[in-house]
């Protein structure tokens, strides 16, 4: 089961970065909702490598087909299967990393685990394993438009110690979209611009948070006690390759604060219950309270780098290593469309299971 | 499937606050394990209430019994019944909470999504729930014990803002149970129970951060992509109440480190793979690495506080709200066995399933 | 995974025919269902032994009591906990079938399995373990005529070579409670108590087949491809204890038609589709057409008989067995229970499952 | 979750008669195990259409395409996705079945299940479907066969009342192979033939009964109480197009036997339990006993046949249908590769999980 993920609204992926492709079943998806590739390749766009000098040099095209499930433009409410074909694959550029393992890799710990690997480029490790998730999360953001959800916004908070100082729930696409960095506060973006470029010239890499808000989430999501919403938002970030991190609301912060310094009120606006402050992040006993749903995810610096390390080959004999292959010296600004996926499956996923037992 | 943990090693668990009792199914547990109802007691009597001033007055024996499963002192390989009775439940102490939403509790969550909810003490969102997962997790503790695996230790390593200096890797049970706070840091244990007596007697609350750690894990346990070792683990400790936050090795401070810097090296160490620093936390790409386990999770503030409180009631009128149910004003100290729980039971679970595809 | 079934609406059983108990905890109930533990206490009486004398002399009084998941007489869409203490357990009975399997039991593949085994009347394989099935599907019952779904009813078509002469979508509750044997043609149900006498009375045994037609039940339950309707029934027919085969609509006597003879026309009555003939069995595709579901399942002879009979104990000696524990000389009348429960319970899943992506 | 099939070894299929392709991923599957597109290659060639005049006319080269999960010849533990595009498609042959619902096919309840279908040639519903399972069950018979477990024959036991006479466990894949209807009975095929042609020239279909023997499965699979061996095998037959029956071992006919009469009995051959009769079809209990697995499934005669039948539209006016389709008179030759999948898929997940609790 390890490569499925989610309950009710549940996909199911493949693929390695070098291969045939990789690709996505989704599995549950409510019938009649309108449904384009167009959809799916704009998060993808997104998401592919080569947008910018940001990112890793590696051109993929990324381009997505619908293999089944969709029919006259809508879905059929059986399984969607999606597939990206892999272009500009260099296994020979990793040929070296066939026996020496990449330090932070995952290079040692599938050996360990399968006694084998897909040495080239990362393999089932790689970031392109996204590329499903993306595709399905764009799926999944199309079904909760549809029934009237609001939008699902990330952005890069902060990269080392450059901080994005923004209002949460102000943010919206646009300004994430406006710059390379997906950071909405242009000051930060320029010094976290300068920051990457800096790491790159020093073969060097960058890590940062992913900041991401859902909003319109309706009262009830979540189910208690192991499926709560934020306890598989946590699984689902953790997920994402070099998440080392997971908040909700006040997170780690809130642990500074009393109880009555961190409790939200609760007072009426018209027919709705709304809280004075958010520092729940939206979730109140692993259900969805109504307000904006605010997480934020932890990634490491990229563990590829132009720097000579210290390491082992599977014979366990000491070696230098230089890494060679194309890398992104910061994984933020794409890592944002992957974490806007994963939150918008764990949402649409609850939300089907809630319909469930709702008259 | 709200009620289901783990996919090899699964739980089912019952029960809320008040009523005939909590309890767990523990399915897939390996035949033939040693097992008493004394092993499950003794991790049930470090989560009870009432074990110190620190705790909740609330007297509850906790006392476990086996239904199925286990024959002449071995488990049989088929579901595992407990049952844990309730004893001194109060309902009528929590009569005026019968319409009225405590902040940051989960009674307003529970009436938005099922349109009732057992107001008594808080029902199933109560922290008896986690009765039958700290028995279940018992059980797997026995379970990787048998196997050969090393503890699972886990620890208050801050209260508010009050840190334990420690060496993760150094620190034991019985360091953990010296005092009331299973802070194994003396002086800052101290300050804690000052901290926790000064808000008992203001009637206020505080959050603070467990560390855990794993000895002895092999490399290899895991699931890639969605079923990463560190994705389990984080749905694990943000399925437990008042859970907040979630790091595995550096976590969101390892943003702030260059890939250089952050990168674990590799070395041999006969005939192991080690790393020369533990910023992995022990995991890579998902699969454990060999190295400890170094897990951190955020618990927020306890909701329940003795002063008054802005909220509103089931009619959305505005109401105030003094607490008066017995609580914890601080959670940590008992947070320890339930993170513990957790962790063996993620573990667990991962090593089975890593047993079925090893030769 | 193996004490659970469902997947929407999820019960997971514990319990062996002797120890503390045995229960079921019934996890993703909908809220507010009006249950009293009346209602489940109905469908135990019917299952339980002792009922007449056509069963086993076992004394049990299975009386259940609701542990959690219920308050004020509704369900609160939490896990529900059901106990039942075992009572009248006489272990010693069985010391001598300790080391020596019993033909056509579970003892051999137990011992096989587990390398342990609950010698003590079968265990986790004795038909004491349907209890918790039978208490939930009560549950599952009253949540299904809540929706305003029409009865589900099972009766005893065949004891051995002795048929029912009967219109299935006719039979009633009344007719198959009017007599020990659940079998509602009455001149049948004589032949069957002579028959089921005479086998008593040789220390032997008899199988036969229960018909069960479920009412009422929506057209579009059941999901393509793997969890198809029929094909949910057909698993949760042969995991009863002796069930040997499975048919729907037609089964195996279809094959004996052409498709010309076997196709069921379709005609509009009113505003629903219906067809004239029903050898589908009320399932096409896999999905509910809106007829009545028609199904059947074959139980086995009792394995337990008191003649002698070959066989071999845990050192491979030969040995000769005569059986000496209470015993049902046929198990078909108690069935009838036991399949409604496993029907209602496929049924109710589905039924959740379909309204997650009905509008 | 329709779409999964499986909890350790665990498929995930998409795909529809007409669109892009079909296919599958295997999750789960072990590494290490030697694989080529070959092998899979050889069991769809088995299952597609076009084999020879006894089945429908359609053709498709159904050629199989690896896309991840196998490298340099082994898979490598990580999700193996595989594709089969459709080619033969030709939608417009089905434009008068867009809005009239033909007899007995899924046209009706897919409608009602979701309100849209993809009307060509039976979308989700098609017996194309099994393309994946097909390709799935090559696999998992790779991994029985590196275990070292026996082969999995099934074959055509009946056509209508066309009884094939053989000796289930002498059966072999030659035999089976060496005609086109794979009825290893020479005779008994003859008069198959004669009759399927006979129901082709009369625009009429026959159905019939696959039986399917799995030798040398080792004692112990199989998972008490509801993932029973056979209740998956039930399970999985049932979810085959046109499934209406399922027998293991005796089966409706040990129904006519007493228990003396009916149960195995046990003897010892050398360190061996065997069994000296095999009624219960090489289960007991729900777990494998050794002997051979013995199973019978019923397919209803093809519901697409070239006569004038009775229907109605989706606007529920009364039509005449005349079957116009591409179809097989008797899908019963091309159903046994598909059983033959089903099977292998099934132990193969017992077996790994069977592994995950042994020492």
Tied chains: 1, 2, 3, 4.
């Excluded at 242009?186 to 890590?207: H, T, Y």
């Excluded at 189910?223 to 006040?250: R, W």
Aim: proline share 5%; net charge negative.
């Amino acid at each position: 089961m390890s490569s499925h993920f989610g309950h009710q609204f549940r996909i199911s992926t493949f693929g390695e970065s070098h291969g045939g492709g990789v690709g996505v079943i989704v599995d549950g998806c409510p019938p009649r909702i309108p449904l384009s590739v167009e959809e799916i390749q704009l998060e993808l766009d997104r998401r592919r490598p080569g947008q910018s000098r940001l990112t890793t040099p590696r051109q993929e095209a990324d381009r997505a087909e619908i293999l089944s499930g969709v029919f006259e433009g809508q879905t059929l409410g059986t399984s969607i299967g999606i597939l990206v074909r892999n272009s500009d694959a260099r296994p020979q550029a990793y040929e070296d990393m066939k026996d020496t393992f990449r330090p932070s890799h995952a290079d040692y710990t599938y050996e360990a685990k399968y006694g084998v690997r897909n040495w080239q480029g990362g393999g089932r490790a790689s970031a392109r394993e996204t590329i499903g998730r993306v595709a399905a999360g764009a799926i999944a953001r199309k079904v909760l438009a549809t029934a009237g959800m609001g939008a699902i916004t990330g952005w890069v908070s902060s990269v080392r110690d450059i901080h994005a100082d923004v209002d949460p729930v102000a943010v919206d696409r646009a300004a994430v979209e406006a710059g390379p960095t997906r950071c909405p506060d242009p000051q930060a973006a320029e010094k976290m611009i300068e920051a990457i470029d800096a790491a790159r010239r020093d073969g060097d890499s960058l890590g940062g948070v992913v900041t991401c808000v859902a909003h319109g989430v309706p009262p009830g999501l979540g189910e208690p006690v192991f499926d709560k919403l934020d306890a598989d938002l946590a699984k689902a970030m953790l997920s994402l390759p070099a998440c080392k991190g997971f908040e909700i609301g006040s997170g780690f912060a809130g642990t500074l604060l009393s109880g009555l310094a961190h409790n939200d009120a609760f007072y009426a606006e018209g027919d709705r219950v709304r809280t004075r402050t958010n520092r729940s992040g939206g979730v109140q006993g692993g259900i969805s309270n109504g307000e904006a749903l605010v997480l934020r995810a932890a990634f490491k610096p990229t563990a590829t780098i132009r720097q000579a390390q210290e390491t082992v080959n599977r014979d366990l004999e000491s070696r230098q290593l230089e890494a060679q292959g194309r890398h992104d010296p910061c994984v933020l600004p794409r890592a944002v469309p992957m974490v806007e996926a994963m939150v918008a499956l764990v949402i649409c996923d609850h939300w089907l299971r809630q319909k469930s037992i709702t008259d």
